[in-house]
């Protein structure tokens, strides 16, 4: 099997704001194997350090590793077999996704079928996903998220984790009414006894679920016996054994993070053995990431909307098919993920 690995880096406006500052450049690594007939795929790593820990080295030196793995194996080695192969040379989920992602598109691109068709018989046409408001000050959050339910999302994530995380969720249900869903994420900022003060005071604002609320899988658990509202795990499920556990009411899993579809729907039927509601996102993926996950989250039949619309932060990319419409994304139909690496 032929494997070639190739840089992308792409502009992010507006830059992200994370604990460790401005992200305004998105690094991606990009994988294309090509079978002994000539069926080629692409994939995509996407490590993004302030979040996952994982350096852009750390995971071209994984990715690195796999690609050897797989040179060595036979040209018409079949995904498992490959994906496999690729582990032993390295297991790093966030470089495993990228040969995970490219081996899905490869076989759908040879039986000129949708990944989702290779997944399940379901044939959802496309996916609810959720708008994302910054944690700016509360009267900019509430017009970000005025002109998303404008555009047709019926759900609205608020970041917090910040003095003002209360007024801000408030300042948000006054501006879009009773109708759309408000999801809080505070990306583990808050204890125990903070985010219970926090929880209650915003839970007269109507909350769907309080993402990664606070960090690790025993605080979580404590929390969720403290409060009314919904808990959902994000980073937390990187801990071994959390996603078995009664750790959360809902669980949000990653391409990145899961190690690719396979991983990801290994993860979900996990989570859901354990009771708990599965819902998909990503940290900035590039369009073959997003278009991974809007294939897991319509192979899932998710009930809830999912963290699928960030692609129009890449000034540089055209999203084409995964460009949200009235709040949903729909599911790239060409073979395999159904979209161009980024360009
Ligand atoms: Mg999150």
Redesign the pocket.
Known sequence: MKAQVERRSLAVRPALKTAAGELDRRELLLLRLEDGEGNFGWGEAAPLEPYDGVSDRECLAALERQVEALEACPPDARGPQALEAAAQGSALPQALAAVDLALWDLAGRRDGRPVLELLTDRRPAAVEVNATVGAGEPGVAAAEAAAAVEAGFRCVKVKAGDPEDIDRVHAVRAAIGDGPAIRV?A?GAWTVAEAVARINAMAGAGIELV??PVHGADALRDLRARVSVPIAA?ETTAEPGALAGDVADAV?LKVSRAGGISGLLAQAELARAGGALVYV?SSLDGPLGIAAAVHCAAALALSLPCGLATLDRFPEIDPGVLAPVDGMVAVPAAPGLGVDPAP
């Open positions: 994420d990306n993402e990664e994000d949000c996102s």
